[in-house]
Nanobody, 116 residues
Framework: QEQLVESGGGWAQPGGSLRLSCVAS????????MSWYRQSPGKERELVAS????????NYRYSVKGRFTISRNNGLNTVYLQMNNLKSEDTAVYYC?????????WGQGTQVTVSS
């Protein structure tokens, strides 16, 4: 059964860092593009960063460029999101997503709270 499990969320002060991990199982991870999304209360889920399956090409939403880094380790079936210089507006539930053709899978989410 296909599964994505996120971890690494928690509380951080503004300017701090967190590293999210998402471990995949039940499908051929290396053939899927991976993304991180986030959703704050009352807002729509938004794409934060993505990484392709083959070339590892990355893309970021403008507000996190230069602060967040997405990476993947196909040997460990894991995608990461390194978040530096966190801001209060980064507070959200973060989800990872796997996509290949018409197939897509979501994780259950991990809460990130940035406050002083």
């Amino acid at each position: 059964q296909e599964q994505l499990v996120e971890s690494g969320g928690g509380w951080a002060q503004p300017g701090g860092s967190l590293r999210l991990s998402c471990v995949a199982s039940g499908f051929t991870f290396s053939t899927y593009a991976m993304s991180w999304y986030r959703q704050s209360p009352g807002k729509e889920r938004e794409l934060v960063a993505s990484i392709s399956s083959a070339s590892g090409t990355t893309n970021y939403r403008y507000s996190v460029k230069g602060r967040f880094t997405i990476s993947r380790n196909n040997g460990l079936n894991t995608v990461y999101l390194q978040m530096n210089n966190l801001k209060s507006e980064d507070t959200a539930v973060y989800y990872c997503k796997a996509v290949r053709d018409s197939l897509n899978y979501w994780g259950q989410g991990t809460q990130v709270t940035v406050s002083s």
